[in-house]
């Protein structure tokens, strides 16, 4: 059972940038995919960035490429969102998931889920 919990979140302006991040409960952390999901009022959770267990495969979401960058230090059994020029389109609970092996862009390819951290956007 891996636990994830996630910070960083916080309020800024449109423009700004976060970075968020994704502590691991366990060193198996190293063999799984990790992604980033997030889900604004009103709406379904969405996709937002996945990696490979090493690193070395990154994807994202339409609203994400060439803001966003997710990537993953195995030996501190970190994940991080960094997140530039935001948008108030960008406000959401941001979610860390993971999953062993493989990839996947929808969350119920994802065993384990953090509680999430809010992003808030403004204008």
């Known amino acids: 059972q891996v636990q994830l919990v996630e910070s960083g979140g916080g309020l800024v302006q449109a423009g700004g940038s976060l970075r968020l991040s994704c502590a691991a409960s366990?060193?198996?952390?190293?063999?799984?995919?990790m992604g980033w999901f997030r889900q604004a009022p009103g709406k379904e959770r969405e996709f937002v960035a996945r990696?490979?267990?090493?690193?070395?495969?990154?994807y994202y979401a339409d609203s994400a490429k060439g803001r966003f960058t997710i990537s993953r230090d195995n030996a501190k059994i970190m994940v991080y969102l960094q997140m530039n020029s935001l948008k108030t389109e960008d406000t959401a609970v941001y979610y860390c998931a993971a999953r062993p092996g493989g990839t996947g862009t929808r969350d119920y390819e994802y065993n384990f889920w953090g509680q999430g951290t809010q992003v808030t956007v403004s204008s």
């Open positions: 366990e060193r198996t952390f190293s063999t799984y995919a």
């Open positions: 990696i490979s267990w090493n690193g070395a495969i990154a």
